[in-house]
């Protein structure tokens, strides 16, 4: 069984950065197997698709986030990270790190962003972005 930590959440001004980190614990190679994603959950909201990265380090975002966020992975620590940059009030929400099952190598958007394709989720990390 995978356990998936986040951290790296917190308070920023419209307009600043914020990094955050996911770090996978548990047997072997599932990391490196799987497809990993960030989706995030507002006040009120339903949990939504962020940013996902597959096998071969292919990326996909969703639209609100294009251009300012970006996902990375790196499999020897076994950690995914997302850079957002250029934060709005609007990106406020519990950010989750997300673990596909195995998977194959080239991942789709429609795969990454279906939360039915996770099996593993973290615990979230808070987001809060003031005006």
């Known amino acids: 069984q995978v356990q998936l930590v986040e951290s790296g959440g917190g308070l920023v001004q419209a307009g600043g950065s914020l990094r955050l980190s996911c770090v996978a614990s548990?047997?072997?190679?599932?990391?490196?197997?799987?497809?990993m994603g960030w989706f995030r959950q507002a006040p009120g909201k339903e949990r939504e698709f962020a940013a996902g990265?597959?096998?071969?380090?292919?990326?996909f975002y969703a639209d609100s986030v294009k251009g300012r966020f970006t996902i990375s992975r790196d499999n020897a620590k076994k950690t995914v990270s997302l850079q957002m940059n250029g934060l709005k009030p609007d990106d406020t929400a519990v950010y989750y790190c997300?673990?596909?099952?195995?998977?194959?190598?080239?991942?789709?958007?429609?795969?990454?962003?279906?939360?039915?394709?996770?099996?593993?989720w973290g615990q979230g990390t808070q987001v809060t972005v003031s005006s």
């Open positions: 990265i597959d096998r071969s380090g292919g990326t």
């Open positions: 548990g047997s072997g190679r599932t990391f490196s197997e799987a497809a």
């Open positions: 997300g673990k596909t099952r195995r998977t194959a190598f080239y991942g789709t958007f429609d795969y990454l962003a279906s939360q039915n394709s996770y099996d593993s």
